[in-house]
């Protein structure tokens, strides 16, 4: 079996899955392998697309991270920890006015007070 094959192969839930155990292992490279091809294959399944995002976050994979919640935000804008989690990719990328209106929302989402 190639090393391609590996990350294809199974069922979705099988990959699902796999893709989590890597991630929780802190392989954030082999868990996005995984997840890349489950959100190519069901693009609107929140979930999967944000463990990739958070893959790439912890992968310093910042821009691909950015992007990935974008898609999310722009499909559930209201989506919380999709914005916290650009708010914070934007403040690593050192684009902290950027980050700011992300992050007071997402503050404002969970019932936080912001100061």
Do not use: C, N
């Not at 294809?8 to 991630?23: C, K, V």
């Amino acid at each position: 079996m190639s090393d391609e094959t590996y990350y294809e192969f199974g069922t979705p839930a099988d990959r699902w899955s796999r893709a989590q155990l890597f991630f929780e292992a802190k392989e954030y490279l082999t868990a996005a392998r995984i997840l890349r091809g489950l959100v190519a294959e069901h693009p609107d399944q929140t979930a999967q697309r944000l463990l990739l995002a958070r893959a790439y976050y912890h992968s310093a994979q910042l821009s691909k991270a950015e992007a990935e919640l974008r898609a999310v935000l722009e499909r559930d804008p209201v989506e919380h920890y999709a914005r916290l989690m650009l708010g914070r990719t934007l403040e690593r990328q050192g684009r902290a006015d950027e980050a700011a209106p992300h992050l007071r929302l997402a503050a404002a989402m969970s019932g936080e007070t912001v100061d």
